[in-house]
């Protein structure tokens, strides 16, 4: 009896295993059919199978990703901004720091400059070598009025190789590069 007990043990979580694996293969799967959708531009396409990868693993951070972005794409802001949340709560750091960078630029795009500010905030502490957060948070400070905070990260973004902003600082601030840095940039 215990033999048999062991057996249906061994074969039970055989199963489970070999389930997992199989939904994990299913997830993957379908995120790379969606990845493909994406790339020849059909972006419904793409959020059905992103979908159905999320549905076969609701951990799937990468497929939440392409989602958003793919949301974004499709102008549906609110969508992107759940998926890119989706994306913080279930990456790893270096993952979440995209994941907020991302939901702050959805931000700045429909004008919520205020509330895109600690998005890029917190991208930038999870990787302070974000260029393109200093330079976004730059122009959602100056969309609440923070000039100085927008020149700081404008310069930071710069000084960290973001083309944007040095471009922009070089137009508008030609002796940027001899001011002192401030604590707020950093």
Known sequence: MRRI???I???TAFLLLTG???LAE???SSFNQGFEKHLQGDLT???RCYSKAIDNNTAFAMAYQMRGIAQQQLKKYSQAINDFSMVITCGEPSFKS???YNRG?????IGDFAGAIPDFSQA???DKKMAAAFFHRGIAKSKTGDLSGRQDDFREAARLGDSNAEAWLNTYYPAWKQLPVTAASI
């Open 98 to 100: 995209i994941g907020y």
């Open 20 to 22: 997992s694996i199989a």
């Open 45 to 47: 396409g793409a959020i």
């Open 5 to 7: 007990y062991c057996c």
């Open 105 to 109: 630029v959805v931000k700045n795009m």
């Open 9 to 11: 043990t061994v074969f």
């Open 124 to 126: 930038i502490e999870l």
């Open 26 to 28: 299913s997830a993957n």
